[in-house]
């Protein structure tokens, strides 16, 4: 059984600390996707991982080629489902 979060600075220091700390939840799927995400970018430390692959993210999600991809895939799959066509498995 896990113990939960314990903070490790003072209610002063943390009233000056612009920094963010939370918990985060994790589905089973959302694990092994971790589990996985941190092997693909050697990184063990699961603060450490989630901190790259959002930094990852938003660096290809700002790509302009990344951008138009999904704008591609979304817009196909508007149309398709506007159209009647089934989801294709």
Do not use: C, H
Request: glycine share 4%.
């Amino acid at each position: 059984m896990s113990e939960g979060f314990t903070p490790y600075k003072l209610e002063e220091e943390r009233a000056k600390d612009k920094t963010l700390t939370f918990t985060v939840w994790l589905s089973e799927e959302e694990k092994l996707q971790l589990v996985r995400a941190k092997k693909i970018i050697e990184q063990p430390k699961n603060s450490t991982a989630l901190k790259m692959l959002a930094k990852i993210g938003i660096i290809t999600l700002d790509d302009p080629k990344i951008k138009e991809i999904i704008g591609v895939l979304f817009k196909n799959k508007l149309n398709n489902k506007r159209n009647g066509i089934a989801e294709i498995e």
